[in-house]
């Protein structure tokens, strides 16, 4: 008989969820040559105007600023077109007429009348130096701007000057300009060991937070390189990558396809094929617990000559790499990845196997996490997030805030928190409380920290398995900020941390289930009105409608298999639903409360209350699903009021 009860969804997705389609992360990180690499998933600077003009186009708008001008071919312009355009620092010293900007990882300090110039402390020579004109202090445009990672385009027809610098989101540090001013022959990434030769107009034009996902431009972007790297979570064989291999290439016109050997003698798989866009060759290594997918693309406008230069830059990909000789796009130290969160100029590192989770739209949070892909098990998390203080606030008070939520919405059999503690940060006085908690049969520890400097107040919240408690102290120990520029980041209100029943609420209405429901505002809404789900509890609220009635018979004999699972623990049988607990005399119907555990440590115990509501000639199913380190009598009575507010319209 189908089984139509939300019950049965629930179990069916957990008995998937550790399991993905095979060696599809094979496939995942493919060259998209319809995508906009200039302009998705990036911010564009831009500064546009003419020599002689006064008036200036900085990232769209218009600004009346002391007339630019050429001297010996050399464009001068205000240093606040620079501040402006880029967002970068401006330091005037008097002693000796100093400028000093700063941009992200780039220095450069430069004299008043001087052709020497300073680039991360790098003695160099200016063609033309830096005046005083009218009061206002002229620069030379484009050795700051190549030098910031930007490019520059003069129309000699017009006199138009572009400045342009794309600056990616989900990268955390700029990475537009590492090869552009590097002099070395190779580029590669010493933590994974790999490297390639480099040419003069080869530009890294991306590279992932966690560095494994590179890809160069070659030839102005008609050609790339890409550089992708994942866990060999199947335990494929180099046999099996080459099955796989001709299979995904087979879809396109296969040119060519084996095994070959780098240099060094690392072994590869190899598939060569044409699209209606160009060529492609892939290259697959096996190397240690990872896979590398090698991949070069290039467009059907290149001539034979460029496809065999391209093809010799592949052929460098090697697994060695020489320090001497070698751009190194890796920025690990001592095992652990510097993050700069230059906005709110705040620093701090994360172990190496971290991945930036920051995929809230929040600007003021910033998250990540380790985690497992083979069991899908998050065993490491870290959270930042800064907001405004306000009159009356104390970081003392802020944590109480956060234990009296916890007291009160977590369940003290799975989770318990220490008293409130004094430490300092960064040589910041700041309090903290620790966290013990069990998650799928692991131990973990974390720690809360509440400080506050110059007007914005800290939380920073750290969570490991046990045996990895270190990690905690060494995330915390690299922290380190300055102040935060209030005309930059502007004031961001702290919400409250709601730990009373008075949390507001509003009416959600499904009309194509044909239904309402009254569900708290913080919580979010998914699948048409239908899923309902809690952030920070993890509680989900899953609601089907189905075209008939079910007895309480009929109820038993549909989950009279999955109940027999040794899986599920069954905490209170079928039993009628209040009248009290129902928004109208009109509605009947039973519910189920049971807890879903696994012998193979798959997921977290979590608890799964089922209630079947008849209503006329219809019936619905809905699902509260509540992890059992949330099981407690508040969240069951937040559920309750859920359910009494369910209305059929």
């Keep these: 008989m189908k089984k139509i009860l939300a019950l049965f969804l629930v179990i069916f997705m957990i008995g998937t969820m550790s399991f993905t389609a095979f060696a599809d992360y094979l496939y995942d990180w493919q060259y998209d040559w319809d995508y906009d690499w200039h302009n998705g998933y990036t911010n564009r600077i831009e500064i546009t105007f003419r020599v002689g003009d006064s008036l200036l186009n900085i990232n769209g708008e218009y600004v009346e600023v002391e007339t630019p001008y050429v001297v010996d071919g050399v464009t001068l312009v205000p240093v606040r077109v620079i501040t402006e355009a880029f967002g970068a620092d401006v330091e005037w010293i008097d002693y000796g007429q100093w400028i000093v900007l700063t941009y992200r990882n780039v220095v450069i300090e430069m004299q008043i009348d001087s052709l020497h110039v300073y680039v991360n402390g790098q003695r160099q020579g200016l063609l033309f130096p830096p ?146 866009w160009g060529f492609v060759e892939r290259r697959v290594f096996l190397r240690d617990a990872h896979i590398v997918v090698v991949t070069l693309n290039m467009s059907w406008i290149e001539d034979s000559n460029e496809r065999d230069e391209h093809t010799a830059i592949l052929n460098t990909f090697d697994f060695v790499f020489n320090a001497y000789e070698t751009e190194d796009l890796s920025n690990v130290v001592d095992g652990m990845r510097p993050i700069e969160i230059y906005e709110f100029n705040i620093e701090f590192r994360v172990p190496v196997e971290w991945w930036d989770a920051g995929w809230s739209s929040r600007m003021n949070l910033f998250e990540f996490d380790d985690m497992s892909w083979e069991t899908m098990m998050e065993t490491g998390y870290m959270s930042l997030e800064i907001f405004s203080m306000q009159d009356g606030d104390s970081i003392e008070a802020w944590a109480n805030e956060y234990l009296m939520w916890s007291e009160r919405f977590v369940n003290p059999a799975a989770q318990t928190m220490s008293e409130i503690r004094h430490t300092q940060i960064n040589g910041v006085n700041a309090v903290y409380y620790r966290i013990n908690f069990t998650n799928r049969g692991q131990e973990f520890i974390g720690r809360r920290m509440f400080w506050a400097y110059e007007g914005y107040m800290y939380t920073l919240l750290v969570e490991v398995i046990a045996e990895n408690e270190i990690i905690i102290q060494a995330i915390i120990d690299s922290v380190s900020f300055e102040a935060i520029d209030y005309n930059e980041i502007e004031f961001i209100l702290r919400p409250p941390v709601y730990y009373d029943h008075n949390v507001p609420v509003a009416t959600v209405r499904n009309t194509i289930m044909g239904f309402s429901i009254d569900i708290p505002v913080r919580w979010s809404r998914m699948w048409m009105d239908s899923v309902f789900s809690d952030s920070r509890t993890g509680i989900d609220i899953q609601t089907s409608r189905h075209n008939r009635n079910f007895t309480l018979e009929e109820m038993k004999e549909l989950l009279e298999d999955a109940l027999e699972s040794n899986d599920i623990e069954i905490i209170q049988d079928f039993t009628p639903i209040p009248s009290s607990e129902l928004s109208s005399s009109e509605l009947s ?15 977290d115990p979590f608890y799964i209350i089922e209630y079947m509501i008849n209503a006329g000639e219809r019936s619905y199913s809905i699902s509260a699903i509540i992890p059992e380190r949330f099981f407690t009598p508040a969240n069951l009575e937040t559920v309750q009021r859920i359910i009494r507010s369910f209305v059929v319209n």
């Design 131 to 276: 005046q005083l004109t009218n009061g206002a202090t002229m620069v030379p445009l484009r050795f700051i701007t190549e030098n910031f990672g930007a490019d520059v385009f003069w129309n000699h027809y017009t006199d138009d000057i572009t400045v342009t610098k794309d600056v990616f989101d989900d990268t955390l540090f700029d990475i537009e300009d590492v090869l552009r001013r590097s002099t070395m022959p190779m580029a590669g990434d010493s933590f994974f060991g790999w490297s390639l030769r480099r040419t003069v107009d080869m530009e890294l034009g991306f590279r992932s937070f966690d560095g494994r996902r590179n890809t160069f431009w070659l030839d102005g972007s008609h050609a790339t390189i890409q550089v992708n790297i994942s866990d060999n979570v199947d335990d494929l064989s180099l046999d099996i990558l080459q099955v796989l291999e001709f299979e995904h290439a087979r879809r396109f016109t296969v040119t060519g396809h084996g095994i070959g050997w780098t240099s060094s003698g690392a072994a590869y798989v190899y598939t060569r094929h044409r699209t209606n």
């Design 589 to 603: 119907g039973y519910m189920i409360k049971v807890k879903m555990t696994s012998d193979m440590n798959l997921f």
